[in-house]
């Protein structure tokens, strides 16, 4: 579908929807098209260089990404990875630093993680005006008005635009002017060094779940 226009593309997404529901067959859809595979399929297949990098229903791999690869093409805009120092582990989860700010993340704890390198995740949709377990200023060098949101790209430590936030479209921030923006524990992700993440402690409702496997709908 990458040839048609905007809103042709959306179109034929809902015109292929419809048609897989009417002929209950299985169908196969190759895309590069995140947002294609996300409003279209059931299951998904991540693939990275010719190898599975997971397989799951749209939201699950949207929630509990196996790793960094799949967490930061599910998504758009791509995931905030940040960099932290694991300082401890409790029962409760996983305890971080970033910059001598210590957040406690809800993940299943791992032996041997203290001293070690990690990396933090937490999506741009999930980063709020304000403060929160983690807080960061930042100032913006691009801003992106698109109406219901407002989208700040920032350059961290000067390089590149390496963190992301997507924030009501109604607020007043402009681009070089610093903004405090907050990250809850409760949305942050975590990634060991090879890049393979941490079990999330996502809570989940019969009816959530029913989202996370259409077959159990």
Partial sequence: LSNLDAALRADMRIELAKLHRQLKA?????????????????????????????????????????????????????????????????DAGVEVDYKGQTILVPVVPRAGMAGRTLTLGVRPEHVQMGAADLTLTVTPSVIERLGAHTVAYV?????????????????????????????????CHLFDENGTAFERRVEMTDIDMALFDPAAA
Avoid: S, W
């Fill in 26 to 90: 299985t169908m196969i859809y190759v895309t590069h098209d995140q947002v294609e595979a996300m409003t279209m399929a059931d299951r998904i297949v991540v693939l990275n260089a010719g190898e599975i990098a997971q397989t799951g229903a749209p939201l699950e791999l949207y929630h509990k990404p196996a790793n960094m690869f799949v967490a930061g093409f599910i998504g758009h805009p791509k995931m905030n990875f940040l960099p932290v120092a694991c300082t401890g582990v409790t």
């Fill in 155 to 187: 350059a961290l430590d000067g390089e590149g635009e390496n963190y992301c936030a997507m924030l009501p479209g109604t607020l007043a921030i402009r681009a070089d002017e610093p903004i405090r923006t907050g990250i809850r524990a409760v949305n």
